[in-house]
């Protein structure tokens, strides 16, 4: 079982938080079909996002074997073999379709966003995150079809400022990840990715800083668009631009200060600054544009 759960890295279930953001940004807290159809879609996707790891598992269990790190991996150790890491990923994508199912009338949007992320996740393992600049910006893309998931769920659509703001967020946790693939290059002088040699410090180092850049312009944009100003309660909302740029500086710091982004998603878990700034970012959120209309 302990293999099993390695192998599908239900930890990493967090990323896939985004398909809520429609609901989130959209007004719709505390609407309760909303938040039903968001959780199910959230569930799919997970077990989609599984399916995918075990494919991943598999395509890389020789370069995983060589890996100070990765070797560690089920398959990549023999706990679990390619044969069952196969019926493991039917499983896994069986049980997403099944989640899809139950939506209903939204069962065929789902399923079409969750089967153009599946095709894309596996172009990617087996060519395109052989190039660089391209792997980060696919990986990205997989953000922005969860928060078309969301959306496909609860029929909100999602604001074009949302999907900037996700591509250019998750386009800079993409580079620092790779700054981390550099690091250990340095180190070991053994290229971690088909592509590391393709980055180096001082270009990623820029990347970071451009995208940082324009993901907290483009939050900015956002907080003052018509489309929310539109809405009651929402004229305090661009104070909470104070989170996101502390929320980035502090994961600039780790990058490029202790070197401490292989795994943002373990980051996310064990560093308390971050998850203060994001839980701060998400009740002075949630006490502006929602408070008023709690209240009545």
Known sequence: MKSLIRLTRPHQWIKNAFIFMPMFFGGALTNTASIVNSI????????????????????DVEDDRRHSEKCKRPIASGAITV?????????MFSLSMAMVYTLGDRATDLGCVIAAYYVLDIAYCRLLK??????????SFG??????????????????????????????????????????????????????HR???????QAVTITASVTVVCYIMYTISPELAA??????????????????????????????????????????????????????????????????
């Open 231 to 296: 809405r009651p309660y929402s004229e305090y909302i661009y104070l909470t631009t104070i989170f996101v740029i502390l929320g980035l500086l502090r994961y600039i710091q780790l990058a490029e200060v202790d070197d401490a982004t292989g795994d943002p998603t373990r980051l996310l878990y064990k560093d308390r600054f971050l998850q203060a700034v994001i839980i701060l970012w998400v009740l002075s959120y949630v006490m502006i544009l929602y408070g008023g209309a709690i209240r009545l």
């Open 40 to 59: 199910i879609a959230f569930l799919a996707y997970s077990f989609a996002a599984s399916s995918i790891y075990c494919y991943n598992d598999i395509i």
């Open 199 to 205: 980055y180096n410090l001082s270009f990623i180092n």
């Open 130 to 139: 052989r190039y660089a600049i391209v792997d980060v910006c696919v990986l």
């Open 83 to 91: 044969g069952q890491g196969y019926a493991i990923m039917l499983m």
């Open 143 to 196: 953000f922005v079809l969860r928060i078309l998931a969301g959306s496909a769920a609860t029929g909100i659509t999602a604001s074009h400022w949302l999907v900037l703001m996700t591509f250019l967020l998750t386009l800079l946790l993409g580079f620092a990840k790779r700054r981390d693939d550099v690091m250990r290059m340095m180190k070991t002088g053994e290229a971690p990715r088909h592509n590391t």
